[in-house]
């Protein structure tokens, strides 16, 4: 027994004709959610200038920092002195140790540190020239 299934010209219009419906539905969706994200593209660019506003704001905040007292005098880094041994050579001219922190951005621990090695040092050699 055989099943014979037959299919009209009516049936191939109707089933071509949903067909193109949906692809139809879908490219219309596609369309708005790219409107969508298209608009949502303003938004972006407006985060993005008020980043830069704040980046720039930030910069003279460096800047500003940078122009502040109590910023390094010198940059251990490029000078030939290293930052400690200038602020051995200020202790030794008389400056007082929060002066030498605030005039060269060390903490007062550090300027303590180089206090007590410069005592000992000078004591070492008070021992060395008395033998």
């Excluded at 910069?59 to 290293?82: C, N």
Aim: net charge negative; glycine share 6%.
């Amino acid at each position: 027994m055989e099943t014979v299934i037959t299919i009209t010209w009516r049936e191939v219009v109707l089933v071509s004709a949903l067909m193109v419906l949906v692809y139809l539905g879908g490219m219309l969706v596609g369309m708005i959610r790219a409107r969508e994200r298209a608009s949502g593209g303003d938004s972006s660019l407006e985060e993005c200038r008020k980043l830069h506003v704040e980046l720039d704001e930030l910069r003279d905040r460096v800047a500003a920092m940078d122009k502040a007292p109590g910023h390094r005098e010198e940059d251990p880094s490029t000078g030939e002195e290293s930052l400690y041994i200038h602020a051995q050579r200020l202790m030794q001219e008389g400056f007082r140790a929060d002066e030498v922190a605030d005039r060269l951005a060390l903490s007062r621990a550090e300027i303590d540190l180089l206090a007590a090695l410069q005592r000992e040092q000078g004591k070492r050699a008070s021992l060395t020239d008395t033998v």
